[in-house]
């Protein structure tokens, strides 16, 4: 019989124009919004979770499917849905964090575009609906601890490429700078194969973000620019700088 645990209780802070999300008694961040503009992305290592727009056409974004494990303070799931205009559906097994979004960061109701689904993130991933239907996989599942992933094994990983369609990416919050990152990274490399992934370095705040491609590629560095010119301009991300410093994760 699998052991119930507590879920945390949810409660925010405001340090200026910026609302941040807390899990429980811990000042560990799990989200932020800036409160007059509330669809932008805050932090780099959230931004950098978009990283996945450079192996796509811009033009093909609204007629793709979005899914984020874990809504946090619903940064991503808000910049998919209203800004990107794709369809999204976020999957968040605390209750409260989804009520949280709702009355304290501005997340919409749910609508033909927009699903917030409270569940097990890897169980809901295995349904056959979600099979090879998803285009942008964002992975951000953190406890109120956020000393590693709550899911970080292969076969949640494989769970994770099982979803993804021909041109799929997986973006995937890590702390590079703790011990358990290689463990991380050699977890998704069994899942998706050591030439499928790409890794940026550290941010100063110590996240890694890591990208996995359902199917491998190298795109040639003017394909990557000109994209990343079209995502500049088109949504206000700093695609030139993701292209700089975007590496291929093979050892």
């Known amino acids: ?19 941040h999300l807390h899990l429980g008694d811990t000042p560990w961040i ?12 805050v ?27 874990g809504l ?18 976020a999957i968040e097994l605390n209750p409260q964090v989804i009520m949280a ?10 609508n033909t575009r927009l699903q917030v689904l409270q569940a097990d993130a890897s169980q809901e991933i295995r349904q056959p609906r979600w099979l090879g239907q998803v285009d942008a996989l964002q992975v951000d599942l953190y406890d109120d601890d ?7 094994n292969p076969e949640f ?3 994770c490429r099982g979803v993804l369609t021909e041109e799929g990416c997986m973006t995937v919050n890590l702390f590079g700078r703790a011990s358990s990152f290689q463990r991380s990274v050699d977890h998704i490399a069994a899942a ?33 620019m000109e994209r990343a010119h079209a995502i500049e301009a088109q949504w206000q991300l700093p695609a030139t700088k993701w292209v700089k410093v975007l590496k291929k994760e093979i050892q």
């Open 1 to 19: 019989m699998k052991k119930h645990i507590p879920l945390p209780d949810v409660n925010f802070s405001d340090e200026g124009p910026i609302r």
């Open 30 to 41: 799990q989200g932020s919004m800036r409160m007059d503009a509330p669809n932008e992305l």
């Open 146 to 152: 956020a000393a590693a992933p709550v899911l970080d």
């Open 157 to 159: 990983y494989a769970d």
């Open 101 to 110: 979004c709702r009355g304290w960061f501005k997340l919409a109701a749910d």
């Open 72 to 89: 946090g303070a619903a940064s991503l799931t808000k910049f998919c849905h209203r800004v990107l205009r794709m369809k999204t559906c």
């Open 192 to 224: 998706f194969g050591r030439d499928a992934i790409w890794a940026f370095k550290p941010t100063r705040e110590g996240n890694t973000v890591v990208l996995a491609q359902r199917t491998p590629s190298v795109p040639k560095r003017p394909v990557l």
């Open 43 to 69: 932090h780099e290592y959230i931004q950098r979770m978009m990283a996945w727009l450079l192996f796509v056409e811009p033009a093909s974004v609204p007629k793709r499917q979005a899914m984020q494990l």
